[in-house]
């Protein structure tokens, strides 16, 4: 048998070779590093016993001998002037830093590079993987093959196989390579601009896929859908005008605005790794600058948006319209999720919303395959898992959904891997991240719970999270919506609501048969799909030890299993009724008594947030009424004698957080203080992203730029003319708070319409 290779690929596979052989070649050719100079009058000498680590765990000792020196310090640890050190690189920390300075004053720095080849292997593979997952997407766009195998030749293979020593090379030329290439990425999307482009590329993708279902009307496809997605809004309608179109922005609302505005924030940690996580805020804040009115409309649109496609879903997966229906109500009420109506959600209920949409897409194309489609399954991906990764366990299971129906098994394997390349470059930048030695917002997430010393405590520990998930889920939520009934205040709308919920159902379910109902095997099969769904709901949650307890963020998918479980229960327990339409009505009226409770606790919730809003309104009203211009080096420092519990109670602990300072500078604009911060006397200061720290007030003594607020017990917020009593043992010779407010200017424009809240409580 004969093997003939082309042209090109001989090339190539000469090219392997020759840059292979280079790559044996470096650790033999290269001499240690070694650096002697002269500067500010200091001698310096630094030299290494080797220039290469070829195998994990290699090290190489670094010397150095420095005469007429005031100082050094290698890696930021202070050393003497002559010394050495063991030093073994690892993915990220390939370098040593030597900050040098002179006897006359000079610093300079010096970087020694001990060139580690695994670590350069491994992150070259990394980047082919990050790479790779967007070369196959192109792929796949551009032939629509789903029934055949992805044809690899020869040319392809060898191309491949040469990034791998090339990418060796090029960190060997440029060590910094990869760091920047990753720094570079970081920066892209800690931009405005970059989480706009996420709410533009959905609107370019999805509206057009939306058409084209709105199109399969006019050939009788869609009717009883668009009526129930018109039952949705309805319904969401009645629940949002009581008190979701009410209030300020919640907690981090306030400095995500401020962030795009220029303000510095702690989010920007964590969009190095969550490139999409403040695109909800991105659109809602430009479509109402001075207003939280963009916020509210994003917001009820994304629950509209999950109503419809857990609906759609449904369908897709051959469930009845009236059952799809009645599922994705208990859906949207299910009582787990302690956080669902609150703004601070918004990015977790839209990754929801994103990941719905690729599921919907995704069983979609099973039928029909469009590029258009495949765009709206890997944008949707991108967006869930830009927001958050808590959906990452239920993304790896999705495919289970298509393996188990009658398409063929080249179509299966296409779309999984289809399915897949999101995840994979997921990942795959994750660990570029790693590899650079760049910290992110969640590198600590999957450390062992703390005090947990052998297996068995850490198998114990995550056994007590699951089961503490399962009652959470099927136990303690419903008792808490049980006990919400006698909270809620709402009894006309929570009446209305119902009663449109019933009619649409038994619109819905008026023509159904027997043979609309899902077989008792089906049955069985989605209680029990249902029961498990809970474990990959908090699979990547669970391993987080400061998030697997946490009411908001552990149950956000929760109820997309537990709502499935739940309406198979009730199905299998009225199996026994041999009449079509009292099994309807039965079914109906059970789902509706399901409902109620569910949806008395999303009213007591949203009562509560906007009562929050309100009160936290109302104190910074106060304040800019009272002081409605600083000086721009003021500080505004509000004190307070309650506790971090007496904050809580009242609904404005949020202040104490970096909300304040958020919100302070937002509201002015111009005018406005170099910094604001909540200050609890007995106990710290609120952090702040500027310039506050928890003991700032315990540490300073010159208080001549603060101006000082006292926030009572009644939320009567005063401006202290006055040094405060509490710091007397302080010097107070400087304290004079008018000399930095302009009293004669009028109150920030932004006031009237971020706080008109504010104003409603006070004439109430």
């Keep these: 048998m004969s093997f003939a290779l082309k042209r090109s690929q001989r090339v190539l596979l000469a ?33 290494a016993d080797r220039s290469w680590a070829l195998l994990p765990g290699d090290c190489a000792t670094i010397s150095w001998d420095l005469e007429g020196i005031q100082s050094v310090y290698v890696n930021g640890s202070g050393k003497v002037g002559a010394d050495r050190l063991i030093f073994c690189p690892a993915p990220g920390e390939g370098s040593l830093n030597f900050e040098i300075r002179a006897g006359d004053g000079e610093l300079r720095n010096f970087e020694v590079f001990i060139h580690n080849l695994f670590t350069y292997a491994l992150t070259c593979l990394i980047l082919m993987a990050f790479a790779l997952s967007f070369g196959i997407a192109g792929w796949y766009l551009i032939t629509l093959r789903l029934d055949q ?14 990034l791998l020593p090339l990418g060796v090379l090029i960190q060997v030329a440029q060590p910094a390579f990869i760091p920047h290439f990753a720094e570079g990425l970081g920066e892209i999307f800690k931009s405005r601009h970059w989480h706009l482009l996420g709410s533009l590329l959905a609107g370019l993708v999805y509206i057009p896929l939306a058409l084209q279902l709105l199109r399969s009307v006019g050939r009788g496809k869609l009717g009883a859908d668009l009526a129930a997605i018109a039952a949705f809004f309805a319904i969401l309608l009645i629940m949002f005008a009581q008190a979701g179109f009410d209030g300020i922005g919640q907690w981090e609302s306030w400095p995500l605005q401020a962030y795009f505005e220029g303000r510095p924030s702690k989010a920007e940690s964590e969009l190095i790794s969550r490139y999409w996580a403040l695109a909800p805020h991105a659109l809602s804040a430009s479509l109402s600058w001075h207003s939280f009115v963009g ?6 649109a994304i629950f509209w948006g999950m109503l419809a496609l857990f609906y759609g879903i449904l369908r897709q997966l051959g469930l009845a319209a009236w059952l799809a229906f009645l599922a994705a109500l208990l859906f949207l009420v299910y009582p787990v999720n302690s956080s669902l109506m609150s703004l601070r959600s918004l990015p977790m209920t839209f990754s929801k919303l994103a990941l719905l949409a690729a599921v919907f897409w995704a069983l979609d194309c099973r039928g029909r395959l469009s590029r258009l489609r495949l765009l709206g399954i890997w944008l949707a991906l991108l967006l869930s898992l830009g927001v958050h990764e808590y959906a990452f366990v239920i993304i790896l299971l999705i495919p289970i959904l298509w393996w188990r129906g009658q398409l063929e098994i080249w179509h299966k ?95 819905l379910a008026r023509d159904a048969g027997a043979d609309d109902l899902p077989s008792r095997s089906q049955l069985m099969m989605a209680l029990a799909g249902g029961l498990l769904f809970i474990l990959p709901a908090i699979g990547v949650v669970m391993w987080v030890a400061r998030r697997a307890f946490g009411l908001w963020r552990m149950y956000v998918y929760a109820p997309i299993g537990a709502s499935i479980a739940v309406l198979a229960l009730v199905l299998l327990m009225t199996s026994a009724v041999t009449s079509m339409r009292l099994r309807k009505a039965i079914v109906i009226a059970v789902c509706i008594l399901l409902i109620l409770p569910g949806l008395s606790r999303l009213y007591v919730q949203q009562d509560f947030f906007r009562r929050s809003a309100d009160a936290k309104a109302h104190v910074l009203m106060q304040i800019v009424e009272q002081a409605p211009a600083f000086l721009p080096e003021a500080r505004l420092i509000v004190l307070t004698g309650m506790s971090s519990q007496d904050l809580r109670d009242r609904g404005i602990k949020e202040l104490h957080s970096n909300m304040l300072d958020a919100a302070i ?28 720290s928890a003991d700032w ?20 917020t005063e401006l202290l003319l006055a040094f405060p009593p509490e710091l007397l043992e302080r010097d107070d010779a400087n304290y004079d708070p008018s000399r930095l407010i302009d009293f004669a200017a009028p109150i920030p424009p932004r006031a009237m319409t971020m706080l008109a809240s504010a104003s409603e409580l006070a004439s109430g």
């Design 15 to 47: 090219l392997n070779i020759s840059l292979f052989l280079a790559c044996l070649a470096l650790p033999l050719v290269m001499p240690p590093p070694y650096i002697h100079t002269n500067f500010g009058g200091a001698t310096v000498q630094i030299q």
């Design 149 to 162: 195998p992805i044809s690899l030749n020869g040319g392809v293979v060898l191309a491949l196989l040469a």
């Design 295 to 300: 916020y509210h409309l994003i917001n009820f």
């Design 413 to 507: 394997l296409n779309l999984t891997v289809i399915w897949l390349l999101v995840p994979v470059a997921k990942v795959a930048y994750l660990q570029l991240l790693n590899a650079a030695g760049i910290s992110y917002y969640g590198t600590w997430s999957f450390a062992p719970p703390a005090g947990k010393d052998n297996l068995l405590e850490i198998i114990g520990y995550y056994l007590d999270v699951i089961a503490n998930a399962y009652l959470r889920t099927y136990v303690y939520g419903w008792g808490e919506a049980l006990g919400s009934l006698a909270q809620n205040v709402w009894l006309a709308p929570t009446i209305l609501t119902l009663g449109l919920v019933g009619l649409a159902a038994a619109w």
């Design 665 to 692: 500078f937002m509201l002015y604009q111009e005018g406005r203080p170099k910094v604001a911060a909540l200050c609890m006397v007995a106990e710290n200061c609120g952090s702040s992203d500027i310039d506050i």
């Design 697 to 716: 007030l315990a540490q300073t003594e010159d208080f001549g730029d603060v101006v000082f607020f006292r926030l009572h017990e009644d939320l009567r």
